[in-house]
């Protein structure tokens, strides 16, 4: 093959896309559609909970396009991370909507099936074996902390994907993988050089938010060539520029040029772009660099309590002047009220503070109102929900000096004021698995799905 087309209809399974430039994508003949289904974004929550974090009906709207599209024109589509987080229970609960658009179509398909699940005694020999080490940001792993985790993944790479493209397949549901693999890996399959086409990918899975105006809902179509690839729009609303794929480039990058995956890193130091028209750019020059060692990043999430929240403003300029006064009275009643249990208590002030919290280089309230978000997280929900009733109750009345009123200090815009908001979780793994096969971990499974309605 000497060229290769790759259709990314959305940065994220669930978040949309006009028909009308999906349309597009597929009159130029794609020779698959892939999209990335997940994210680390939002938080360790719906790894922990093994939900998804994209509404079910706007995934099943998304798919509801695509497998038709793909069946019809004879093409693979590859879904990376499917359900959101690419566990076990995220992925079944991708394929069950999968399952009812067949249904409904009266259509058949042939589904591979990535597992991306990581068990704990496997991971805890890893560990004990030296094979596991942190990324720079996080602690050292422990065994407490594999064992506390409800579900763990392994990010894998382009390779159990090829595995699952080596036999016929229609549709391929991945469990957590590397975002770019899921566009990257046909072409690679196909023998195209793997630094452009992770770099197509990179660009590809986050949809047109690499167009200007950027949006995460809408197509993207990549074509790859020997020696370089093109990126083009399909609404006539955006253009693409080189200053706008190269920006994109850095996108959730910690370093300029290299960009870390499974099994080596992008060098993007010799990369060119250059505009082919208003709404394609070309880029050349980008290069994968194998590691040493094959390594995956292993994700894995834990409970840690229950989370109560009350959300309320402050318009008054001297409860303004005061908030930390305030703040630390609160602290001290409920420590004094609540001393003898395990709870954690923090103040968000947007308009102070409330994005970068002790990062924050501006330390002065500068608007004539801030908003307050009390947060509240302690070992059962009734427990938080005392808590933040007390905290809440106690800030609305403290008295600090200069106050003029003994009526309320804060605002609240609901009632009920408290709201449970459920378990919390954390990051329990997030961390560098060395391995020596980059396809032992991710067995691929083969089942038909879908038939007469």
Known sequence: MNEIRVLAPT?????????????????????VIA???????????????????????????DLALIVPAGLGSGIPIIIGTAGGSGARPHVEWCLDIISEILAHEGREARVAVIWADVSKKLLAEALRAGQVRPLEFVPELTPEAIDDSSHIVAQFGVEPIISALSKPVDIVVAGRCYDPAAFAALPIREGFDPGLALHLGKILECGAIAATPGSGRDCLLGRLYKDFFVVETLNPERRLT??????HTLYEKPHPYL????????????????????????????????????????????????????ICGVRDPITIQHLDVLYDGVRAAVGDNFGDRSFHLQFRTYGKDGVMGPLEPEADVTGHEVGIVLDVVAPMQDEANTICGFARSTALHYGFPGRVTTAGNLAFPFSPSDLPVGPVYEFSVYHLLEVDDPLALFPVERMTLGGAP
Do not use: W
């Open 35 to 61: 999209v990335d289904g997940g994210s680390t974004d939002p938080g360790p929550a719906y790894l922990g909970a093994g939900t998804s974090f994209v509404d079910r009906d706007s995934v099943r709207r």
């Open 242 to 247: 080189e200053a706008s794929v190269a920006a």
């Open 259 to 310: 960009l870390s995956g499974p099994g080596g890193h992008l060098d993007l130091s010799e990369s060119r772009y250059q505009q082919t028209s208003p709404s394609s750019v070309e880029v050349r020059g980008s290069r994968f660099v194998p590691e040493d060692r094959y390594s995956v990043k292993v994700e894995g999430a834990r409970q840690v309590g229950y989370r109560t929240i009350a």
């Open 11 to 31: 940065a994220i399974l669930g978040y949309g896309f006009p028909r009308e430039s999906f349309e597009r994508g597929m009159a130029a003949s794609p020779h």
